[in-house]
């Protein structure tokens, strides 16, 4: 691989060490539910990982008949850390017409260390009503 980094540079900038582009990506409908993880990315040994983009969102397709707060989002949790949310698209518990929506993006959210792990998850804390979940994110993984 040709090494696009300045010569003079002591260290090749993140893209010239070993990048892999990592895809997480999540779409379905689910009526009501507790948190549910539905991708997982771990850091491997040696490794670093740029979190490059990552797209949250929710559509309610049908009612509830008890409406709840419905979210769509993703995490980081540090090895031997504890998670932090990086992007939320929420629906809140008042909201309940079919057709309600929330989406969030977020661009370069920064690097994740050896053994950090990156989440989606999804819950419903409604009765009753469907919703159409889409979680997407994207990675580059290189050497650490």
Same mark, same amino acid.
Do not use: C, W
């Given at each position: 691989?040709?090494?696009?980094?300045?010569?003079? %540079?002591?260290?090749?900038?993140?893209?010239?060490?070993?990048?892999?582009? #990592?895809?997480?990506?999540?779409?379905?409908?689910?009526?009501?539910?507790?948190?549910? #993880?539905? %991708?997982?990315?771990?850091?491997?040994?040696?490794?670093?990982?740029?979190?490059?983009?990552?797209?949250?969102?929710?559509?309610?397709?049908?009612?509830?008949?008890?409406?709840?707060?419905?979210?769509?989002?993703?995490?980081?949790?540090?090895?031997?850390? %504890?998670? %932090?949310?990086?992007? #939320?698209?929420?629906?809140?518990?008042?909201?309940?017409?079919?057709?309600?929506?929330?989406?969030?993006?977020?661009?370069?959210?920064?690097?994740?260390?050896?053994?950090?792990?990156?989440?989606?998850?999804?819950?419903?804390?409604?009765?009753?009503?469907?919703?159409?979940?889409?979680?997407?994110?994207?990675?580059?993984?290189?050497?650490?």
């Amino acid at each position: 691989m040709p090494r696009i980094s300045a010569p003079s %540079s002591s260290r090749p900038e993140f893209y010239d060490r070993n990048p892999l582009l #990592q895809l997480l990506d999540f779409g379905g409908t689910a009526g009501p539910h507790a948190d549910t #993880q539905r %991708s997982a990315y771990t850091v491997p040994t040696g490794k670093k990982a740029l979190i490059n983009g990552v797209n949250a969102g929710l559509y309610l397709r049908t009612v509830a008949s008890t409406s709840g707060t419905k979210e769509a989002r993703a995490s980081v949790t540090p090895d031997g850390g %504890s998670r %932090s949310r990086v992007i #939320q698209a929420k629906i809140e518990s008042q909201l309940n017409t079919a057709g309600d929506f929330s989406t969030t993006v977020i661009g370069a959210a920064g690097i994740i260390l050896e053994a950090d792990e990156f989440t989606t998850e999804t819950n419903d804390n409604g009765t009753g009503g469907t919703l159409t979940f889409n979680l997407f994110a994207t990675l580059t993984e290189f050497d650490a």
